[in-house]
């Protein structure tokens, strides 16, 4: 069966420190990958895409990257995280027709 | 992607149909009408797709127009737990749509 993996489910981080969230597919390959973020009282902004190893699109201009060093996995990532990068982290997959799969994501506090 | 337009919030009485209104004036014809629900604290979830037809599932029924400029999207007989907010997306099917979210519909369901 297709499963999305993402962890960890939540993480206190202070300021300035790296970052690094995972994410994995199950059951399928080549997938379209993509990395969300909710603020607190806000809406899902869409940060990155894939469609392939090495093939990352950014959506907006941030202090993350995100990198896919294998077919099924999607790392998001930060050197140094700030304040404003607290938030609740979604992986996403899309399998085709039926509509995208949320992993159960990563809820970070910067402190 | 075309934009839409939803009410901000709405309430249902338990064991009530719920009807979630949608605008999409501006859908072009290969686009899906994709409706997701996200609960509190967890990843949104894949509740019901169509491009002209009505559809109807498990979960809920969606009604689109015949000009395709709006859509409704029913819960037959809602419950406590259909408490969430619940985003109506248009998007080309398949693996190079990007998931794109509003603020969508906040669905008080009330006892």
């Known amino acids: 069966s297709q499963t999305i993996h993402q962890w960890p489910a939540t993480l206190v981080q202070p300021v300035g420190s790296p970052l690094s969230l995972e994410c994995t597919v199950e059951?399928?390959?080549?997938?379209?990958l993509y990395w969300y973020r909710q603020a607190a009282g806000r809406g899902l902004q869409l940060l990155f895409y894939?469609?392939?190893?090495?093939?990352i699109s950014s959506e907006v201009p941030q202090n993350l990257s995100a990198s896919r060093p294998q077919d099924r996995q999607f790392i998001l990532s930060s050197k140094k995280l700030l304040l404003s990068d607290s938030g609740f982290y979604l992986c996403?997959?899309?399998?085709?027709?039926?509509?995208?799969?949320f992993g159960s994501g990563t809820r970070l506090t910067v402190v | 992607d075309a934009k839409t337009t939803q009410p901000p919030s709405m309430d249902c009485a338990e064991g009530r149909a719920a009807n979630l209104p949608c605008n999409h004036s501006?859908?072009?014809?290969?686009?899906?009408v994709y409706w997701y629900r996200q609960i509190h604290s967890q990843g949104p979830q894949y509740i019901i797709h169509?491009?002209?037809n009505n559809e109807t599932n498990e979960m809920a029924s969606l009604i689109i127009t015949e000009d395709r400029k709006s859509s409704t999207l029913i819960l037959p007989h809602a419950t406590l737990r259909d408490t969430a907010v619940y985003y109506c997306?248009?998007?080309?099917?398949?693996?190079?749509?990007?998931?794109?979210f509003g603020q969508g519909t906040t669905l008080q369901v009330k006892p």
């Open positions: 996403a997959w899309n399998p085709g027709t039926y509509g995208y799969t």
């Open positions: 059951g399928t390959s080549n997938p379209n």
């Open positions: 894939s469609i392939g190893i090495d093939q």
């Open positions: 501006t859908i072009s014809g290969n686009e899906y």
């Open positions: 169509g491009l002209k």
């Open positions: 997306i248009v998007l080309i099917s398949g693996n190079t749509g990007k998931l794109i």
